[in-house]
Structures are given as C-alpha cells and as structure tokens.
C-alpha cells in the first residue's frame, strides 16, 4: 500500500496497514534542506524539495503547499515582506484603512505572483510523486483571508458592527478560494487544506451564523471539484464542533487543547481526525518514547478513521529521532 492509497482508503474508513502521516512541515523542513523559510515561503521549487526529502526520510503521506496565510492577500494587492526565519508578513493589510474592497484588484489565480507558486509547486508534486503520494493545495478560509485583508481588530469589529460588510467580503474570499482551488485540483491536488484560524477566536453564535455558511459553501464547493477537505483551525476549537459537525469535512486538524476524543463524539465516525500531540512540549521537547506513548493515547480516544499529526506545524529545531517516533508507522487497530 502506497501512500495515496492509504491516505484514500482512510478517508473511506476502511483498514490500512498502519495510519497515514500527515505532519505539518515548514520551517523545519526548509532547514532540514539547508534552506531558510524565506526561500521556502516565495519558491515553489524550495517548497516541494524540501517537502519530498522530509517525506522521503521520515516516511510522511503527504506532499504539503503549506507556507503561511498570504497567497490570496498578494493577489488581492498587498506587499510581502519575506523573513530569513520567521512566516512572512504583510507590509500593510490592504483593507486596513479604507473598507471598499471595491477598490481592490480582484486575485487571479495563474496570474498573481505568489497564488501561481502554490500551482507550480502541486505541479511539480505531480510530476515527481503522483500516484504515490497524496497532494494537498492550500486556501485561507472566508474569515482567516478576511481578516487578513482588513486587519485582524478591524474584522473583529465588522463582526460586531457590520454584519452585512463582513458577510460581503467573506463571500468574496470564498469566490477567491474556490477559483484557487479549482486550479490546484486541475494541476493534481487531491485534497485542499483550509485554514482559518482566526475562527477559533469567535463565539459559537457569530461563527454558526457569519462564518460557517460561508465555509460550507467553500467546503462543498470544493468537494464538487472532486477534491477531499482536511480544515485547520488552529486554537481551541471545542466550542465550535456542534458547527463544524454540519460541514461533512474529509478531515479535520484537532490542535492539542482539544480532546480527541469530543472531536470524534462531536463529529461522527466517517471524519478523519488528525493530531493531536502539541508541537512544543511533546514534539520539540518530548522524547521518542514518550511520544509514541502519547500518540497511542490519542488514537485511542480518537478511534478510527486517524491521521497521524501534531496539533499544528512541527517546529524548527525538533529533534531528527522525535520526528521520526511520530512518523514510524502506527498499525490500524480495529476499534
């Protein structure tokens, strides 16, 4: 069983021969190549070198287009300022003075610089690993690119304040995130990852009814291109797992402040639930052993079907024999 058809045949639910491993790999795995994250963050041909080493030598299930939150907000007109080891930033958030989003330059996903990179990278995913290995594209979800774009206190405050601006803009980043997806699917993604993260930050009834429908649409806007959806919220997601449930995600990242085992309650039994080891203190800082102890933990709460992650991006600096106790191959039990 290769790769591909293990993360495929865990998505159906059905018995693999050990649990595919989807770690989030950035920074460390541009170093692990003797790169830096700057490099890693504006070259595609850093980005999936970097990726298919790490995949090669740890035994990883994935091919990640993962960097940082600002494809679309390049596209959309805002200035990148690319740092030697730390996530790129935005020089000025392109709403965060003036609302109109009228005004701004609608992204174009072949065309702007840094959207087109992420295509190239799934392309070059595909000519190097298709077949074997999943791909996963990558776009910011409705309230993450929003806030992004606005500013994060400044969408906070639209949420509050003006329901209707909020909701048009979302539906905009929607429209975006689509139109991106539907290129990477094309070029050989088999999965889109979301990320959106500033949800985790709203309360249960402003997300059920300003960013959740706005992320359905997105969800199964995808899922009819034909690609599976692995969401990633960062934070503590607990509060909003009633809504998250109506979503009918393929899988879903469970930072490592949420408990497995409410996710899977929460979610159903068809949900892959990815995690949920946090990265700092059991992966950089834990042993091999106790690692492994822990994963066992978690896919035993978790159950079937299960990813094998950290709760989020496996920081620089982790030890190479810690990396490599989260990704020996964990044996399929039939819970």
């Excluded at 990558?138 to 929003?146: H, N, S």
Aim: net charge negative; with cysteine; glycine share 8%.
């Amino acid at each position: 069983m290769n790769s591909l058809e293990r993360y495929v045949t865990t998505l159906e639910g059905k018995p693999v021969d050990h649990l595919p491993r989807l770690p989030i790999l950035m920074q460390f795995a541009a170093e692990h190549i003797g790169s830096n994250y700057a490099a890693f963050a504006s070259d595609y041909r850093v980005l999936t070198e970097a990726n298919i080493a790490c995949a090669q030598e740890f035994g990883i299930d994935q091919m990640n287009t993962m960097s940082d939150p600002y494809r679309e907000t390049q596209g959309f007109g805002a200035r990148i300022i690319y740092e030697t080891n730390m996530v790129p930033r935005c020089d000025r958030h392109p709403l965060e003075d003036d609302p109109d989003f009228s005004k701004l330059p609608r992204p174009k996903p072949l065309e702007a610089e840094r959207m087109r990179d992420r295509i190239e990278a799934v392309k070059t995913y595909r000519s190097r690993v298709g077949g074997q290995s999943s791909i996963m594209g990558w776009v910011e979800g409705p309230a993450a690119e929003a806030a992004d774009l606005r500013r994060l206190d400044n969408f906070f405050m639209d949420l509050l304040d003006d329901e209707d601006y909020v909701g048009d803009l979302m539906d905009l980043c929607v429209e975006v995130a689509l139109e991106f997806a539907a290129e990477q699917i094309k070029e050989g993604a088999d999965t889109i990852g979301i990320g959106d993260a500033v949800a985790s930050q709203v309360a249960p009834e402003i997300y059920e009814k300003l960013i959740l429908p706005r992320q359905r649409r997105l969800v199964r806007g995808i899922q009819k291109m034909g690609g599976a959806v692995r969401m990633h919220i960062c934070g503590n997601i607990t509060h909003l797992l009633p809504g998250l449930a109506s979503l009918d995600l393929d899988v879903i990242d469970v930072d490592h402040m949420v408990h497995p085992a409410t996710v899977r309650e929460a979610l159903g039994s068809k949900i892959a639930i990815g995690g949920n080891l946090d990265p700092v203190a059991d992966i950089l800082r834990g042993s091999p052993e106790s690692i492994r102890e822990k994963l066992e933990k978690c896919y035993c709460e978790a159950k079937n079907p299960f990813i094998v992650n950290a709760g989020c991006e496996i920081p620089s600096g982790t030890p190479i024999e810690n990396l490599n106790a989260l990704c020996t191959p964990l044996l399929y039990r039939n819970f």
